[in-house]
């Protein structure tokens, strides 16, 4: 575990962190996270595993005024309390072109002369050729797990660093991409997450029974 | 916190937990997990949040002969170690007519006089139109990324309660619901977790940097 992932954990208590995880929607307006923190919680979020380890998930980070209000731009008047009382709403995307990523890396590490042509040859050739034939539909669903996973230990880290989240699903997902810059055709939205100090009540929801949602074969 | 969710939780130490959290393919053959242990994980999972609280996830827990030679069906050949060796295999599905369930949940409260006729309404008049009027393309998304989440922490609940696991990627997305006897209509496949004590040291894997995949503004 690199000293760097452990720096500002202040609740190490795993119950605490995951059971009493409820979403917040009003925060302390007056308490800003500073952009050394919020890398090191993302840093710490991407520990989470992704097929391949394609790690196909990208994270725009809104916490200055402009920023802001792009993101209130693509958000559903329901959520404004979010974006107006947050320390910063952190976007997470899917990278629907990861492969071509890794790709990338190895042909760096074998020009470096780090691995051979033949090693480079041998990890293009386990699982890219099953990525670089896939179907769009592949892609995005392949992303979009990979980002839905590292969304949940955002929240979870988050908590941890003694802040409260809202994961947010009501935006105009057509024009997330777009409107931070980013092409649309490679990026696709997953979630919002609202961060900050709490300046409310969680809200409290219940749910089905686990054996509801569960068969034994 | 209700009390069952604490009985079996062995490492609290949420740092230990969720950045030494790494995919083990080999487990000890001769541990066997429980039903109403995995059924007490699957519980302690669905803390998750999910879209409007619609909880559009599924759980097959194949932990009999006859369920895993099932799941090993389904799963490519570079997956058999783990069907061969662990304790139980989940796979979590996203349950595409959750919205469904919801309104089953909430007519069955009226008519047991729990909430009135108007109560009821208010609440179908949220966001239910939403789904109801959605396309199939955003149910899948919809129910991907809630159970993507669920998968998350399931990971790492598992290691909350001393176990190891391992989320898989490589299987016959098409053939996994009917495999199981589920509406592949309804029922969208999102993961397999190989669930069981290690027997073999995990593999390491590495990480671009946070700075490659975090744009600030």
Partial sequence: MPTTMTTNIKN??????????????QFDPTVKIDREELQAIIDET????????LQSWHFVVADSADGKAKAKSVLMPFNYPQIESCSAMIFVLG??????????????????????????????NTFL?????ASPEFLQADAMIDSSMAAMQLLLIARAHGYDA???AGYA?????????????R?????????????SEPITT????GTQVTAFI
Same sequence: chains 1, 2.
């Fill in 12 to 25: 190490n208590d795993f119950k605490d962190v995951v059971f009493n995880r409820q979403s917040v929607r």
């Fill in 46 to 53: 991407i520990s989470a595993p992704s097929a391949c380890n």
């Fill in 95 to 124: 990278d629907t072109q990861s492969h071509l990523v890794y790709r990338d890396v190895w042909n760096k590490a074998c020009e470096e002369g780090r691995i051979t042509p033949e090693k480079r040859d041998q990890i293009f």
């Fill in 129 to 133: 050729p099953m990525y670089e034939n």
């Fill in 166 to 168: 809202n994961p947010i």
């Fill in 173 to 185: 997902a057509d024009k997330v991409a777009t409107t931070f810059g980013l092409d649309s055709s």
């Fill in 187 to 199: 990026y696709v939205p997953v979630m919002a997450i609202a961060l900050g100090k709490a300046a």
């Fill in 206 to 209: 219940t749910r089905y029974a």
